[in-house]
């Protein structure tokens, strides 16, 4: 225990009188703080670990370039990732509707909104296709995809069109006249 | 009647014991954690808010940052028969401890020729040196990194009969074309599945 014994110390002839104090040590505060303690790293071993987002691209056939997705105009929403931590987007097919030019605060909206329109117009579900430019930071690819998967959009084939020889003519002129390239 | 006498006892309970266990617990605790690594290209990953972890094992994480990509092979048994494949894949040659070495290093960016000498420092020397470059990724097709994922992808289907897991750590403020050029080295060995690492993020409604 945590007691020892020093009875024997004092007394001896009688003269001095030393009192007789108990060894006995307040435990409470240190059983408090290796229990703070424990807590802490017991949440922390697994709390600590990073999180993954799964991430399917479309097979990239070299030897067949035309494998290609045909989707149609009317239930797609085209979003390019540019400069500036903005992006741009817009319904259906490039040079024909007006693009909007956005933030990240405001896709979430944009998103259910046409989500719904779509679904009431076709009844059949949006197709979201994302394309990063060369403006765009990888945290905007991420953010993107988040917002994809919080909207719950594009569950089933996530469409990532990153290569630059992709982008629309139209699509590369409604950035430039916005400096957005 | 006499009052029945109730000996007053003292409220003060030992402590001894229950510190003990606690201190025995927190050992333990302290023990298990794994401790994090100090990595050698620091990046600040974007949050999201995905719920799945990351694997623990068959798992090569690249990570991106400053226009350099690092590549960490997770599991020492398949660090090493990654290095051996390589060495044989570039026709040079490891010394056993220098393969013993290596299975320790967590992260490493270093062109292959210069692996060799980035085993034999020691860690400071190697924060120093200048040699961290970063894997080569100049050619997609056959380019180092090209090689390091591939052969990784044979030692873990050769040691554990799965298929590896390939995740992406890239710096928030990465712009986008380093990222594209990494994700195109993949796709040209049909890895057209990987996860990118993020921090949590508080779930919006």
Not at chain 1, 2 to 11: F, I, P, V
Not at chain 2, 5 to 19: G, I, L, N, Y
Not at chain 2, 50 to 56: A, G, L, N, T, Y
Not at chain 2, 171 to 185: F, G, L, N, Q, S
């Amino acid at each position: 225990m945590a007691e020892l014994d020093t009875s024997s110390g004092g007394g001896k002839g009688g003269k001095i009188r030393t009192k007789k104090q108990s060894t006995r040590v307040d435990l409470t505060a240190m059983v408090d703080l290796a229990f703070l303690l424990i807590t802490f790293f017991m949440l922390t071993t697994s709390l600590s670990k990073p999180l993954a987002m799964d991430i399917a691209k479309p097979d990239k056939d070299e030897r067949n370039p035309d494998n290609k997705l045909e989707v149609k105009q009317s239930q797609t929403m085209t979003i390019l990732l540019v400069k500036g931590n903005r992006v741009v987007w817009y319904m259906g097919e490039a040079g024909k509707s007006q693009p909007t030019i956005e933030g990240f605060a405001g896709i979430t909206k944009s998103l259910l909104e046409n989500k719904k329109k779509v679904k009431d117009a076709t009844g059949k579900d949006i197709m979201v296709i994302v394309k990063p430019t060369d403006g765009a930071t990888y945290k905007n690819f991420v953010d993107i995809m988040d917002e994809l998967s919080i909207t719950k959009t594009n569950l089933t084939a996530p469409a990532v069109d990153d290569d630059p020889k992709n982008l629309m003519d139209s699509e590369i002129a409604f950035m430039k006249e916005n400096g957005l390239l | 009647m006499p009052r029945v006498k109730v000996p007053r006892k003292s409220t003060a309970v030992d402590m001894t014991a229950m510190c003990d266990v606690a201190f025995l617990l927190l050992t333990f605790f302290i023990l298990t954690a794994t401790s994090r690594q100090p990595d050698p290209l620091e990046v600040k990953i974007p949050s999201s808010t995905v719920q799945f972890k990351v694997p623990d094992k068959d798992l090569t994480i690249l990570t991106i940052g400053k226009g350099k990509v690092f590549i960490e092979i997770i599991g020492q048994d398949v660090k090493k028969l990654t290095l051996q494949k390589m060495a044989t894949e570039y026709s040079i040659s490891f010394t056993p401890e220098q393969i013993k070495r290596f299975a320790v290093i967590s992260s490493f960016g270093v062109p292959l020729n210069q692996l060799g000498t980035y085993i034999n420092m020691n860690g400071d020397q190697r924060a120093k040196s200048g040699v961290e470059t970063g894997i080569p990724t100049d050619s997609t097709r056959s380019g180092e990194l090209f090689k390091w994922i591939e052969q990784a992808r044979y030692a873990t289907a050769e040691l554990h009969q799965t298929e590896m897991r390939i995740s992406i750590k890239g710096d928030a403020e990465e712009e986008y074309p380093t990222v594209r050029k990494i994700v195109d080295v993949l796709q040209r060995q049909k890895v057209n599945k990987f996860s990118l690492i993020t921090s949590a993020e508080a779930a919006a409604k």
